[in-house]
């Protein structure tokens, strides 16, 4: 499959019945600005480029929402369960990005689209949701060209600031990603 836009993605997506399975989880917590994010659609588009045709495995299926009034780490867990009952076996991760720079030590974010603007890299920086209509919709604060193009790069956010260039280097040695998907390239940090 040719992958060259934000479109081409959503439809791959659309086309997968298990992230569709996982978007209709998610979204029947009626979370605040919720988000699947991350490596749910780097490994898909990854293996997808790589001609694989099982899947990758996972580590997490991350979900994030935005809500100012609920900042309880138990509440994500509640939320956490609640998926688990729904898809046993997923391996779920629930965050509430407006309590996330707290754990984090930075600023705070202003939506869970800011928060998906500060991942550490550009491929990673993504997310999807259903809208009101049940249609897949992908947000890419940073573009989809590094995602495509098989290129892991600091975002912005991450490339601008030394402690967090360090944080970004550390995590692609540990994520090795290279070693999964071969056609990767891992581009360093100017800082």
Not at 39 to 62: C, E, M, Q
Not at 163 to 188: C, M, N
Request: proline share 5%.
């Amino acid at each position: 499959m040719l992958i060259k836009t934000e479109k081409d993605i959503a439809n791959l997506v659309r086309e997968d019945e298990w992230m569709m399975d996982i978007l209709y989880a998610a979204h029947s917590l009626n979370l605040p600005d919720w988000w699947v994010c991350a490596g749910f659609i780097r490994a898909k588009v990854w293996d997808v480029l790589h001609g694989f045709t099982k899947r990758t495995h996972l580590p997490d299926v991350d979900v994030i929402y935005f809500d100012k009034s609920d900042l309880s780490e138990e509440t994500e867990k509640g939320l956490e369960s609640k998926l688990q009952y729904h898809m046993p076996g997923v391996p779920w991760s629930v965050k509430n990005e407006a309590r996330m720079h707290l754990v984090n030590n930075i600023p705070s974010y202003e939506s869970s689209a800011d928060a998906i603007s500060k991942f550490p890299e550009t491929a990673t920086a993504l997310g999807l949701k259903l809208n009101e209509h049940n249609e897949v919709i992908l947000t890419a604060p940073c573009g989809i060209e590094d995602l495509l193009a098989l290129k892991i790069k600091p975002t912005p956010y991450f490339a601008e600031n030394e402690k967090l260039a360090k944080v970004y280097k550390e995590r692609i040695q540990k994520k090795s990603w290279k070693s999964i998907w071969p056609g990767v390239e891992a581009i360093q940090s100017n800082v």
